[in-house]
Every structure is written in structure tokens, then in C-alpha cells.
């Protein structure tokens, strides 16, 4: 089951009222270049809770 | 010389162990009864539930482990505490009964002068008629053994598919008050991902049906953190996922029967309503592994020392109260039992004070709500912790624990998986900063919105992939591995 843009949106529905990912940021999810400069953000913020949790 | 005695070998108490062993002399001896010979990375189950890792993979045998450490191992599982000893003197004992195949069902004792209770729980399949795999219709992915099972079921019904038959697939909580929201969330994400990459995700229906209020609660009454100049609910992080990857969800579910393909649930409106399935993996309620407590005179003093659910007391407050009064004070700060001095409890093992999630009442005076969650990261804090309070007790540095390690002082990070592959996969990375809400530090959310985020992502996936080896390096005891954090 794919995503499209929009394709899930249907008024009265009860995942309508939510917000659904646009392509662009489910592409981003898996885009090798960008995930390694998130992988740094997300490391550096764990390690954050980490030393503040010790 | 001192003993320290330690029950339950997973995750809090293995940290527990490997610590009290790192920080206290030869003199002192560090014993470990576990009913288990392996050690389990649980979080890592859910790929096997999937096909996509072995039980090898997310365990290894504890014996030759601990004997190069320096611990003592007894395969054996609790049975009763003597706090006081008995009526002919000597020292608190713990009565135990061997799992090991050579001595399996043999009575054994040993006295201790700490004991760290960290048995876990006990999956608690018994209060859902027809839950489970061993007597019931559904799967679990609790276990190792459990996950091999669920992914055998989970290929037979690829199968069906890719023969043209349509199938449903239910997975959530299996009781009002089941926790661990976490486990399954992320086993319906990979069941998800693992559907599309067989090519068959047009052929399966998947829901969610779970006891939280709303998508995202995961027990710890949800988060909430900035997103795209807003701060959003992660009731809103998790519907859009749901949403996005087509899974149906039914909340406010009380699951309370199970049939051959069928759930029967109960609604907070009252309402008991049922659900088709043709594979279903809902998690149990958990409770104490029924743990038995004497006084000196041989007086049953289980109910003075042990909560309700099985849980051991600590120093938390239990006073009943309404939500509205719940403080993040109630939350303890030592795991002592108030008692026993030298009786403490870690993980799952711990009574909590109440839950964290606002508990929800049916018409029928059905408790449909999460219980609170105490794996992963702050288990292993809070063995840690104990380890330091108890080694430095036998040690005499210290009369009484330093506190400080309150659920409502520390945070936690998490990954959640939804969806294996190096290139493909993605999980969903989060933090939350404290773990119980402390509405009086944090007006409002109840959480520093500084420290609390959550992405999805590849990189989660990455992480996750790395935690699996990091964490089983450490469990292992190579070399360095108390530099890796918990």
C-alpha cells in the first residue's frame, strides 16, 4: 500500500483528521544522505538524555 | 563476607549483577537465580517474530558468562523470601526450585545479606481466556521461543495471500490492562513491512486493537513535542503513521475472550463487541511471578510486603488517590523495600505507586487503561542505580540509599522499529524527558519539550540495528563494556 499524496484524506473519515506525510517527507525517511545527518542529530540528542538521566 | 543475592537474570537484573560484581571486592560473593539459561535481548524479538533474526541472534547462554565474571548462576526460579530467617536463627534466605534439567523440581535455599528482586513479570496469558500460544489462538512475541512461533504462523498466512486469499491481522493488547503498547506497535509495523517487501500488503487487512485511550498514550499517558512550529501530541505522531501505512486501529478496547479466530472485547462505553482474525499477536497483563514472603514464626507476610498485582513494595507511595492527585513525589526514588532494608526491587519487578496514564473506567467497572511501562532503558538505570546503593551498603560507605532514581527524574530513550532493512527499513527514534510526568516542574505537557522529540526514520532503524550488537556486547562483558551506557 503506497502513499500518495492525499490519497488517504477523506473528509469524514476518521483518519482524515489527522496529519498524513506528504511523498516528499516519507522520501526523506529513506534517503541514505539525509538519515546519516539524522543519525547524527538523533545520536547526539540521545546522548543528551542519556548523561542527563545518569 | 557479604552476599548479594539477585533474582531474575534479564535485563535489570543482569545490569544488577554485572555492577554489584564490578564494584564490590572478591570478598563479597554475587549470586544470580534465574529461572533461564539464556539471556534475552528482548527488544530484538520482533525481528524474530518476522523471520528476520534467529533466537541465536538474541541470546546466548549465561552460564559460561557468569562463571568468567565471577557471578554465581543458579538455574532456578524463586519461590518464597524469609526476610527475617526462620525460627532457628540465621540470616534472610530466598527458597528456590531448579529449572536446570539435571536438578529440575529440586528444593534448594541460600541466605543472602542484599537481595535484588528483578524477576520480571509473568506473562499473564491465564487472565485472557484464550490468549496465547501454548494454550490459546493467538501469538506473542514475549519470548524468544514465543517469537519463532509467531513468525512460523506469520509465513503460513503470507502464504495464504500470495495464494490469493485475503487475511486479517489483528495485533495490540490482549487484556484491559495490559503495557507494553511498545512491543506491538512496533510488531505491527514489521509485519506491515515485511507484507509489502513479500508483495502481498494489498492482501491483508491489518488493525490495531489496543486498552489506550487514544493512538500513542504507549502507557506513559503519550508525550508531546515540537513538530513544525507546533507542539504536537504524539496521539498525532502515531495516527499519522497508522494512517499512512493503512493499519485500522480500535481503542478503548478491554480484550477479554478469545476464540478461533475471533476477539471479544469490551468498550469503555460498556459495549462488548467482537473482531475477525486469521493471525493475531496481543500482548498479555503482566503480574508478579507470585513470590511468596514468610516472617520468622513461618507467618504467611506476603500481602505486607508484595502489592495486590505481585509486585514488591518499595518506596513509593501507595496511598489509593484520584489522578487529579498524583504527584511525581509518589514515584520511588530508592527501590528499598520499607520494610526489609536490604530487600530492593528493579525493572518490572517494582510495585509502581499507580499508573501514568489517566486509568479509564467502562460502564461495567472494566479498568480499560495501559499499566505503566518499566523496561528498556530505565530498567536497566534503575539496576544500576541499586547495584551502587547495595555495593556501597555491604561496603559500609553508606547506612541508607541516596535516592535519585526516580522514573520522574530520569528520561529515556527509545527506538521503536517499523520496519527492518538496512536501505528500506525505518524506526521511529524518540526521547522523553521524564519518563512520569511532573506537571509541577513542567506546567502543561507535563515534560521539558527540550528533551522530548521523536522522528521516523532510516536512521532509527540504523540505531536500533547498532543498540542489538551494542547491548549484547556489553551483556557479554567484553572488554570495556561498563563504559556502554544503559
Known amino acids: ?54 | 563476607m557479604g552476599r548479594i543475592v539477585i533474582l531474575g537474570g534479564g535485563v535489570s537484573g543482569h545490569t544488577a549483577a554485572s555492577f554489584c560484581r564490578k564494584w564490590t571486592g572478591k570478598q563479597h560473593e554475587v549470586v544470580v537465580i534465574t529461572p533461564n539459561s539464556k539471556w534475552n535481548w528482548i527488544p530484538s524479538n520482533i525481528w524474530v517474530g518476522v523471520g528476520r533474526m534467529t533466537t541465536e541472534q538474541v541470546t546466548f547462554e549465561l552460564a559460561p558468562i557468569y562463571k568468567k565474571q565471577g557471578i554465581g548462576y543458579i538455574q532456578a526460579k524463586a519461590v518464597s523470601l524469609n526476610p527475617e530467617g526462620n525460627d532457628q536463627g540465621g540470616k534472610p534466605f530466598v527458597t528456590y526450585e531448579f529449572t536446570s534439567p539435571d536438578k529440575a523440581g529440586q528444593i534448594g535455599t541460600l541466605e543472602y545479606d542484599y537481595l535484588i528482586n528483578a524477576t520480571g513479570p509473568k506473562l499473564n496469558f491465564e487472565a485472557t481466556e484464550g490468549l496465547g500460544p501454548d494454550h490459546g489462538h493467538s501469538v506473542s512475541v514475549c519470548t524468544p521461543q514465543h517469537a519463532v512461533h509467531a513468525s512460523e504462523e506469520l509465513s503460513k498466512v503470507i502464504e495464504k495471500m500470495k495464494a490469493g486469499q485475503r487475511q486479517k491481522i489483528l495485533i495490540g493488547t490482549g487484556h484491559s490492562a495490559s503495557t507494553c503498547q511498545g512491543a506491538a506497535f512496533e510488531y505491527i509495523f514489521n509485519v506491515e513491512h515485511e507484507l509489502r517487501v513479500a508483495g502481498v500488503r494489498e492482501m491483508a487487512d491489518l488493525t490495531w486493537i489496543s486498552n489506550e485511550y487514544y493512538l500513542g498514550d504507549f502507557g506513559i499517558a503519550g508525550l508531546h513535542l515540537r513538530k513544525g512550529g507546533y507542539v504536537t501530541s504524539s496521539k498525532i505522531f502515531a495516527e499519522s503513521l497508522f494512517a499512512e501505512r493503512g493499519v485500522r486501529w480500535i481503542l478503548r478496547a478491554g480484550v477479554y475472550k478469545l476464540e478461533p479466530g475471533k476477539v471479544h472485547y469490551e468498550t469503555l462505553d460498556g459495549e462488548k463487541l467482537t473482531e475477525d482474525f486469521d493471525f493475531a499477536m496481543l500482548i498479555p497483563s503482566f503480574s508478579g511471578v507470585g513470590l511468596k514472603a514468610f516472617a520468622k514464626d513461618g507467618s504467611d507476610i506476603t500481602d505486607t510486603i508484595f502489592a495486590p498485582n505481585g509486585f514488591l513494595k518499595v518506596d513509593g507511595d501507595y496511598t489509593k488517590k484520584p489522578f487529579e492527585e498524583w504527584k511525581a513525589s509518589d514515584w520511588p526514588k530508592t527501590y528499598q523495600n520499607p520494610i526489609y532494608k536490604n530487600l530492593f526491587a528493579v525493572g518490572i519487578a517494582f510495585a509502581p505507586p499507580h499508573a501514568i496514564s489517566k486509568p479509564m473506567q467502562s460502564k461495567n467497572g472494566t479498568v480499560i487503561s495501559p499499566a505503566p511501562p518499566r523496561t528498556g532503558m530505565p530498567s536497566a538505570m534503575i539496576g544500576k542505580a541499586v547495584a551502587r546503593t547495595v555495593t556501597n551498603m555491604l561496603n559500609g560507605k553508606i547506612d541508607q540509599p541516596s535516592g535519585g532514581h526516580s522514573m520522574a527524574e530520569m528520561g529515556a530513550a527509545c527506538v521503536a522499529s517499523t520496519g527492518a532493512g538496512i536501505l528500506s527499513g525505518s524506526a521511529v527514534a524518540m526521547t522523553v524527558f521524564p519518563i512520569v510526568p511532573d506537571y509541577q516542574k513542567y506546567p502543561g505537557v507535563g515534560r521539558s519539550l527540550n528533551y522530548t522529540f521523536g522522528e521516523v526514520g532510516l536512521a532509527g532503524h540504523w540505531i536500533k540495528h547498532i543498540l542489538h550488537y551494542l547491548f549484547l556486547y556489553k551483556a557479554k562483558f567484553k572488554p570495556g563494556w561498563f563504559f556502554i551506557p544503559e
Open chain 1, 1 to 54: 500500500m503506497t502513499h500518495q499524496d492525499g490519497e488517504q484524506i477523506t473528509p469524514y473519515e476518521p483518519s482524515s483528521g489527522t496529519a498524513i506525510p506528504t511523498n516528499h517527507t516519507v522520501r526523506m525517511r529513506t534517503n541514505f544522505f539525509y538519515q546519516v545527518f539524522r543519525f547524527i542529530v538523533i545520536n547526539i540528542k540521545m546522548i543528551i538524555i542519556i548523561w542527563r538521566s545518569h
